[in-house]
């Protein structure tokens, strides 16, 4: 794809591009903002490098795209004075680290989240990266007939499985259910939609089928032909879609620290 105002480097052929010649420190002229919407249509997920961004600055993009989605079972990680901006951190004081199982961000939610902007001020000296997949790709790889099976499925996400252990007691989380195919609503192509880090289970087949078809799904998923992986440095961005993209974020730095923020986006409910 040919842009005029932007660069983008594809990063696989199957996702990611590295865009550069824009600056998200101030607004972005309105047609620098179609070619980035141009952009992540075609490669789900786009990076950015030098970009040292502030709260203000990481709202302000996510706003070209759609309103900001806030999440309640986020509140203990939000910013004082702007809980659209949510804390990612980890150190030498860390236990556990959320998203290391391959997810896509917020699937519990009724309506999950378009997509997430994390940007990251401080890295380790090696490490830490992030391993995004393809799910257009993960669906056409299927044989005709396991699409045919899923077709008209649906699969419960609730967010006990990804949050139970760390959020205070007594604080309600979210569970709903979706197809386990998703339609994306700007491009019209089918993917896969289910997950490691909320999916329980298929809904409407028995308890075994349902482990042994989500298990499948999962492994076939992380398949390396379907993805990218990004070696962050401080002051990098990764903007993702996540209705089409799945994402794996690596704990491989303890006990160094791995800091930053991540806004997210307006989304809807998954047809």
């Keep these: 794809m040919a842009y005029e105002t932007?660069?983008?480097?594809?990063?696989?052929?199957?996702?990611?591009?590295?865009?550069?010649?824009?600056?998200?420190?101030?607004?972005?002229?309105?047609?620098?903002?179609?070619?980035?919407?141009?952009?992540?249509?075609?490669?789900?997920?786009?990076?950015?490098?030098?970009?040292?961004?502030?709260?203000?600055?990481?709202?302000?993009?996510?706003?070209?795209?759609?309103?900001?989605?806030?999440?309640?079972?986020?509140?203990?990680?939000?910013?004082?004075?702007?809980?659209?901006?949510?804390?990612?951190?980890?150190?030498?004081?860390?236990?556990?680290?959320?998203?290391?199982?391959?997810?896509s961000d917020?699937?519990?939610?009724?309506?999950?989240?378009?997509?997430?902007?994390?940007?990251?001020?401080?890295?380790?000296?090696?490490?830490?990266?992030?391993?995004?997949?393809?799910?257009?790709?993960?669906?056409?790889?299927?044989?005709?007939?396991?699409?045919?099976?899923?077709?008209?499925?649906?699969?419960?996400?609730?967010?006990?499985?990804?949050?139970g252990g760390i959020t205070p007691e007594g604080m309600k989380l979210p569970r709903h259910s979706h197809p386990v195919i998703r339609t994306h609503p700007v491009t019209g192509k089918k993917c896969i939609y289910v997950n490691r880090g909320f999916t329980t289970h298929i809904e409407g087949v028995p308890a075994i089928e349902s482990r042994a078809i989500l298990t499948y799904l999962y492994e076939h998923v992380q398949h390396p032909m379907f993805q990218c992986r990004f070696r962050w440095q401080p002051h990098s961005i990764a903007f993702w879609d996540n209705r089409c993209a799945q994402h794996s974020a690596i704990w491989d730095y303890f006990p160094q620290v791995r800091s930053g923020y991540r806004v997210q986006i307006l989304g809807e409910k998954p047809e």
Aim: one cysteine or more; a negative charge; charged letters at 15%.
């Design 106 to 163: 917020m699937s519990c939610d009724e309506a999950p989240p378009m997509g997430s902007i994390l940007y990251l001020h401080t890295m380790p000296p090696v490490g830490g990266d992030t391993v995004f997949s393809n799910m257009y790709a993960a669906y056409d790889a299927l044989s005709d007939r396991m699409k045919a099976y899923l077709s008209g499925l649906t699969a419960v996400h609730d967010a006990v499985v990804g949050f």
């Design 6 to 103: 932007i660069t983008v480097r594809n990063v696989t052929p199957a996702i990611g591009g590295e865009v550069s010649g824009l600056d998200l420190t101030r607004p972005l002229p309105d047609a620098q903002v179609a070619e980035l919407k141009a952009a992540m249509a075609d490669r789900l997920v786009l990076f950015f490098r030098d970009q040292p961004i502030a709260h203000e600055d990481h709202i302000r993009l996510a706003n070209y795209f759609g309103g900001v989605h806030i999440a309640p079972s986020t509140a203990p990680w939000q910013v004082p004075g702007h809980p659209e901006v949510t804390i990612i951190h980890a150190d030498e004081n860390s236990t556990f680290v959320a998203g290391e199982d391959w997810h």
